[in-house]
């Protein structure tokens, strides 16, 4: 077995076949994997109960209670809604109106079960947002640092030209739309899917929302004034800040999705030990 | 995977995650109230505090034109103190409103308002960004705060200007506090005037201050007095302002 570990380190030597266990996630991955799942999922929950203190998002660099907001979480009578533009969806139960742990009426945006902390609390929820965002800081600097050096980007995330074949790209979307997953050696490597997914989040929307949660930060706009420039203003920053978040959320559901449906014990053990048993090979 | 099983594995993943989020929910309660975590939980306003200034030094914040005021600036917070002094004074203009400064200063003053408005002043429009998340952009002109330390002529142990406010919460005092760094920041001023009127009582009247780098909890209003101090911990609870002190808001408001 840990001639396994050794052969396939290096991505190169003897193909494997499906059933073999090889060493898949190097120690900077599997750490910075788990510090994600804790660090962005309170980031999300106190963010969420961020919003909860005004619920309204605007276009531009200034927006308050007199302003029109393009979306809106809320409550009329005994309904909760979520407006966006001119939709307004009923969300009794979930957004803008629902029922706390003891089966109290809240007129809150976001219910306890998504939030840090569960009651209305700005201040707690801030503290926990910008220390937590410190702890985010050091995890992606020194992630980035040590993938640049081990070649984890170039050899790991980067497709390479052929794998951005639209035909090639098609097949992927088409093996996956019908659940048939790589299999045996073809497991071994990330798919072009997953690769430009990984990339998409590490390099387009997690700095998306480093730089929109700073443009916030009305010290970091005297700052950086560009800032304010590159999102059209701090309301915009904060729409897509909230906006990003969401597809955050997305990534993390379809993550998810993939790991429950390639194997969740496999894909969770290679994702703590580092090895993964690739799957085999169709009779 | 049979259909069947899926739906089983479905089923125990949802319970799963129900469960989970309800045990980290009240994991993060129990955490939010555990004083050693609260203490780690600070570490973020003090890492804000220090790389800002690093990074931002004595930059100014964005001035924007006439054509980006908001058509409604919101009022927030207290719209008029119940303080009987606050009233005597509001039933006549602020003809005999007088702002005490005082503290570690060597000459300690009592301004009328028409000594503050001869004074040099300052006019300026910028976004006040309130803690909620939301922001308005008003146009504000006062008296730099450094040219009424100036006069005072603050002794060099002051590290701290505190404003002392006329309003209150359940009778406590409004107070807010500052470093001598954003005290001494040119778009620092005492504001007496709104959109080119008069302060208006919602906003602050006769004195607000207008410090841009930090959000609206800080843009005291209603100021009746300054005062220089080396330490917070000897004004209200010690946290250097009034929602700091009854809410864990943070001092440094930079973010």
């Not at chain 1, 059933?19 to 106190?46: D, E, F, K, Q």
């Not at chain 2, 039933?91 to 308002?113: C, K, N």
């Amino acid at each position: 077995m840990s001639s396994d570990v050794e052969s396939s380190a290096a991505h190169e030597g003897t193909p494997e076949r499906g059933g073999s266990l090889i060493y898949r996630h190097r120690i900077s991955t599997r750490l910075w994997h788990w510090t994600n799942a804790v660090v962005l999922l309170v980031m999300l929950m106190s963010g969420l109960m961020i919003f909860n203190a005004h619920p309204h998002l605007y276009w531009g660099s200034f927006g308050a209670n007199p302003d029109m907001p393009w979306l809106e979480i809320g409550s009329s009578g005994d309904r909760g809604f979520l407006r966006i533009g001119d939709l307004t969806v009923d969300t009794t139960g979930v957004l803008g109106l629902w029922r706390g742990p003891t089966g109290q009426l809240r007129r809150l945006a976001f219910p306890y079960w998504a939030t840090i902390p569960s009651s209305y609390n700005l201040a707690v929820s801030r503290l926990w947002h910008l220390t937590f965002a410190w702890l985010f800081a050091g995890a992606i600097a020194i992630y980035a640092i040590w993938s640049l050096f081990n070649r984890h980007l170039s050899r790991d995330l980067l497709p390479r030209t052929a794998e951005l074949k639209p035909r090639h790209i098609l097949r992927e979307v088409k093996d996956h739309a019908t659940l048939r997953f790589a299999k045996g050696e073809a497991a071994r490597n990330y798919n072009v899917l997953q690769k430009l997914t990984y990339l998409g989040v590490l390099v387009v929307l997690i700095p998306l929302m480093i730089l929109t949660g700073l443009t916030m930060s009305p010290a970091m706009d005297a700052a950086w004034p560009w800032l304010l420039d590159l999102f059209g203003g701090r309301q915009s920053a904060r729409s897509i800040h909230f906006i990003v978040a969401f597809l955050l959320v997305l990534f993390f559901v379809v993550h998810i999705v993939m790991v429950v449906l390639t194997g969740p014990i496999n894909e969770v053990r290679s994702m703590i030990t580092g090895r993964f048993r690739l799957p085999k090979e169709r009779p | 995977m049979t259909p069947k099983s899926f739906l089983n594995r479905r089923r125990f993943l949802t319970s799963f995650a129900v469960g989970g989020s309800a045990a980290l929910v009240a994991g993060c309660d129990a955490l939010s109230r555990n004083p050693t975590f609260r203490e780690f939980l600070g570490t973020g306003e003090w890492l804000n505090y220090r790389i800002q200034r690093l990074v931002g030094g004595t930059a100014q914040a964005r001035e924007y034109t006439e054509a980006d005021l908001s058509p409604v600036f919101r009022t927030n917070g207290n719209t008029r103190p119940r303080s009987a002094e606050w009233e005597r004074h509001a039933a006549t203009d602020f003809v005999d409103y007088r702002l005490t400064v005082d503290g570690l200063v060597e000459e300690p003053q009592s301004l009328s308002l028409a000594e503050l408005r001869s004074l040099p002043s300052r006019t300026q429009i910028t976004r006040h960004d309130c803690v909620e998340g939301w922001s308005a952009i008003g146009k504000w002109t006062g008296v730099p705060l450094s040219a009424v330390l100036d006069r005072a002529r603050l002794k060099d142990q002051a590290r701290f200007i505190v404003l002392h406010c006329a309003d209150d919460f359940g009778g406590t005092a409004y107070y807010e506090s500052i470093d001598i760094v954003d005290a001494f920041h040119p778009q620092t001023i005492l504001a007496y005037g709104m959109n080119d009127s008069i302060l208006p009582t919602g906003h602050g009247a006769p004195l607000r201050l207008r410090v841009e780098r930090q959000l609206g909890y800080k843009q005291a209003k209603f100021i009746m007095r300054i005062e220089a101090v080396d330490s917070l911990s000897d004004i209200g609870r010690g946290r250097g302002g009034y929602w700091e002190d009854v809410g864990s808001y943070n001092w440094y408001a930079g973010i």
